[in-house]
């Protein structure tokens, strides 16, 4: 084949269906990245395994979120309780709040460094002691630096769930499961407000954060004996170049593992050297695919460890000829460099910043709105509201994963086996009309006084729909693009978030009480829409070129 002929591999730039001899391998999916031959190797491991993991770390995510930004329906009591200001109450929200994206600077490197198991389980920890502390607190200024400990615990959840999927499951594997993960985060800060308003009218504020406790000490112990390492880094290896844009050769000398030389395939991990094609060879080394893949593996005693064994594991592979400094110091600097300097992962931060501030504005309001006249809810019932986000949520993650992948997986194919990170973004449209929609229901519902049925049931319901579809699948094509560097993408997208959300707490309830809901609440939608549009229109058709500029990065190597 000519050379002009040859796939425009880059990173983000996958063969995902593999070709052969015969008509039935015609579709079979080619596995990024490719596994080794270790039984331990977490993509190996059994479905089983794979799943309890997951299952762990949504539980963690879940209850670790639900304290520092539950406490919405609880402003009123705290503004009776400590005398202060609806601004200075929600100061205990924007705390907690700007602390969860900041501490992943130190937590992500951490992770990277010595494993995810031992920083989730440090973070699971200091959750507990400070939910401890918030049950006891007796002041303003005790509870807000109990609410900043309590950030520092839980910014685990912003950052390690992403980077245990990308450890554990394929390319085309992990559309479903990031889905999960904002499911689960955002369900926290759904069913959060609901137990916390129903604790805190049936009994006392206090014991919000007693059940807090007790939850996340279970979740503590679920990780401890069945949260095993996943990192795993492996070795880098000669890249297998096609002949062809729409074949592979896939036959290997075992249908159950590949050979421990096989690793790698033409992927978004590959270094700059492996962007240059040489005329193609006769025949490929073989390559892996979900039909030669058998996932009988297992997680090693060694990764079961409170300190795994960094050479056993292969911990720090890529790291062994660097200082531990340079590593930290590196870590530190790529989320940054990573959101100024490549566009694609900006658009991503603020696809979902804004998103999530969406469900921000309106859980700001709640009190504001619902517990005066003519609603003149408790805080108990404020907190029942947020069941009708719950419900939205649940919608978007039978059908943001899924559906995503469903598009990318069903345009590669029409692509001739090639899979561009930009083939998932069509799946965005129906979330960023969702969105439009709740939120212009939810500002003129506020500022009209419609019924609450309308506002909660319509407007609330098709934001929590919105919430979690429109990061789940701007993230997944970032990480899509940039595979080697999930962590650093969720740091720099969580600093986007969490930065804006906290600005917010300082003029947001004192804008809509002076000029009414409908200016602030559509100031958010217009900013979460058309970010959102602006990406469709730009990465589209234009995406692989931004992709383009940046694939020699030495970032990619990490």
């Known amino acids: 084949m000519e050379q002009d002929m040859m796939p425009d591999i880059i990173p983000g730039t996958d063969i995902i269906f593999a070709g052969g001899d015969s008509e ?136 390690i769930m992403p980077m245990v999927v990308a450890d554990l499951l394929f390319l085309h594997q992990r559309g479903s499961s990031m889905a999960l993960y904002f499911w689960a985060y955002f369900l926290g800060l759904f069913i959060g407000p609901i137990i916390s308003g129903a604790i805190a009218t049936q009994l006392t504020w206090r014991w919000f954060f007693w059940v807090c406790c007790i939850l996340q000490g279970a979740s503590f112990l679920f990780l401890l004996v069945a949260h095993p390492e996943t990192k795993y880094d492996r070795p880098p290896s000669s890249l297998p170049v096609s002949s062809s844009p729409t074949s592979l050769d896939v036959r290997t000398s075992t249908p159950a593992r590949a050979e421990k030389g096989s690793d790698g395939i033409i992927s978004s991990s590959a270094s700059s050297a492996a962007h240059s094609f040489p005329p193609p060879p006769p025949r490929h080394p073989a390559v892996m695919t979900t039909a030669d893949h058998v996932t009988d593996g297992r997680p090693s005693r060694a990764q079961f460890s409170l300190l795994p064994m960094r050479k056993s594991l292969g911990i720090g592979y890529r790291h062994r000829s660097e200082s531990v400094g340079a590593v930290l110091l590196r870590d530190i600097v790529s989320p940054l460099r990573i959101l100024f300097c490549y566009p694609i992962v900006l658009w991503a931060a603020l696809a979902m910043g804004f998103a999530a501030n969406s469900l921000l504005c309106l859980n700001l309001t709640q009190a504001q709105v619902f517990g005066a006249p003519p609603y003149s809810f408790n805080a108990d019932l404020i907190g029942f509201t947020n069941f009708a986000f719950a419900v939205g949520a649940v919608f978007a993650l039978g059908t943001a994963g899924p559906l995503s992948d469903w598009i990318a997986l069903r345009r590669a194919r029409a692509n001739g086996g090639v899979l561009e990170s930009e083939m998932r973004l069509p799946a965005l449209v129906p979330y960023v009309v969702a969105n439009l929609v709740g939120m212009v229901v939810a500002a003129v519902g506020y500022q009209r006084a419609w019924s609450w049925e309308i506002i909660v049931i319509v407007g609330y319901s098709l934001v929590g729909f919105a919430v979690v579809g429109i990061p789940a699948i701007a993230i997944a094509y ?81």
């Open 478 to 558: 970032a990480v899509d693009s940039y595979k080697a560097l999930p962590g650093e993408i969720m740091i720099a997208a969580t600093i986007v978030k969490n930065t804006f959300g906290f600005g917010m707490i300082f003029y947001f309830n004192d804008w809509a009480a002076r000029s009414g809901y409908i200016s602030p609440v559509l100031m958010i939608m217009a900013l979460t829409c058309g970010f959102s549009v602006l990406g469709l229109c730009v990465f589209i058709p234009w995406g692989k070129q931004f992709r383009r500029w940046t694939k020699d990065s030495k970032l990619h190597l990490l």
């Open 24 to 159: 039935s391998t015609a579709n079979e999916v080619v596995l990024v990245p490719q596994p080794t031959s270790s039984s331990d190797d977490p993509l190996n491991w059994s479905k089983t395994w794979k799943t309890i993991v997951i299952v762990n770390q949504s539980i963690f995510v879940f209850v670790s979120i639900m304290t520092p930004l539950a406490i919405s329906p609880m402003t009123m009591i705290f503004e009776a309780e400590f005398q202060k200001s609806l601004p200075e109450v929600n100061m205990l929200f924007g705390a907690a709040a700007i602390t969860l994206g900041y501490a992943n600077f130190l937590i992500v490197p951490a992770a990277n460094l010595f494993g995810r198991r031992p920083v989730v389980l440090v973070c699971g920890l200091i959750c507990i002691l400070a939910n401890v502390w918030q049950g006891l607190v007796t002041s303003y200024p005790s509870f807000l630096g109990a609410r900043v400990i309590s950030g520092i615990g839980a910014a685990a959840n912003e950052s």
